[in-house]
């Protein structure tokens, strides 16, 4: 079965950290991009960052390095790490990709995150 869990996610307060986790099944992880995504309320959901199947990451909200994504090919896993949280970061995370073969998207199920003092 193919599937996305997403974990990590919790209450911050500003300038804190966080590091969410999706773990993968039922497809080629090694080979997949990954993605994470956000989504605040009342807004669209955004790509935070992307990171190919060779390690090549792109960061899109963030210019100051605040956001780093990386992945464990050998535990099927993508990781978000976030740091000097602030308000404006809280929102629903969801990992991402999409299948090798058939082109299907998958979503995770989402993980709250939520900044505040």
């Known amino acids: 079965q193919v599937q996305l869990v997403e974990s990590g996610g919790g209450l911050a307060r500003p300038g804190g950290s966080l590091t969410l986790s999706c773990v993968a099944a039922?497809?080629?992880?090694?080979?997949?991009?990954m993605n994470w995504y956000r989504q605040a309320p009342g807004k669209e959901r955004a790509l935070v960052a992307s990171i190919t199947d060779i390690g090549n990451t792109i960061t899109y909200v963030d210019r100051v390095g605040r956001f780093e994504v990386s992945r464990d090919n050998a535990k099927n896993t993508v990781y978000l790490e976030m740091n000097d949280l602030k308000p404006d970061d809280t929102a629903v995370y969801y990992c991402h990709t999409r299948l090798e073969i058939t082109d299907e998207e998958v979503w995770g199920q989402g993980t709250q995150v939520t900044v505040s003092s």
């Open positions: 039922g497809f080629a992880f090694s080979r997949a991009r």
